[in-house]
């Protein structure tokens, strides 16, 4: 089945830098879209960014001037680096990517397992 494999994450200080990787496997896939949302305890799920196929990049306001998210050359690997952080950005984050796979043969949403990232001194 597809997969979606995070890595990464971990406590920093504020000010600190963290980077976030997350690996798509499982069969034949097309990506429309891989991106990023993050959810803190009591809030909502909220988008951090994304990366369309065409490498077009879409950040939330307020992560916009601090993360940086790219893919690789194969297309199959997407990661979010975060400069600058703040005990805000305290959150688990997880990883989806919009995809079709040839497996299933339809075209959905796959998530990862979630990753945790910790801003505090």
């Known amino acids: 089945q597809v997969q979606l494999v995070e890595s990464g994450g971990g406590l920093v200080e504020p000010g600190g830098s963290l980077g976030l990787s997350c690996e798509v496997s499982?069969?034949?896939?097309?990506?429309?879209?891989m991106g990023w949302y993050r959810q803190a305890p009591g809030n909502q799920r909220e988008s951090v960014a994304k990366i369309t196929r065409s490498n077009k990049a879409i950040y939330a306001h307020s992560v916009e001037d601090r993360f940086t998210i790219s893919r690789n050359s194969a297309g199959n690997t997407v990661m979010l680096r975060m400069n600058r952080l703040k005990p805000e950005d305290t959150a688990a984050y997880y990883c989806y990517a919009d995809l079709w796979s040839g497996l299933n043969r339809t075209r959905n949403d796959y998530w990862g397992q979630g990753i945790q990232v910790t801003v505090s001194s």
């Open positions: 499982g069969g034949s896939f097309y990506i429309y879209e």
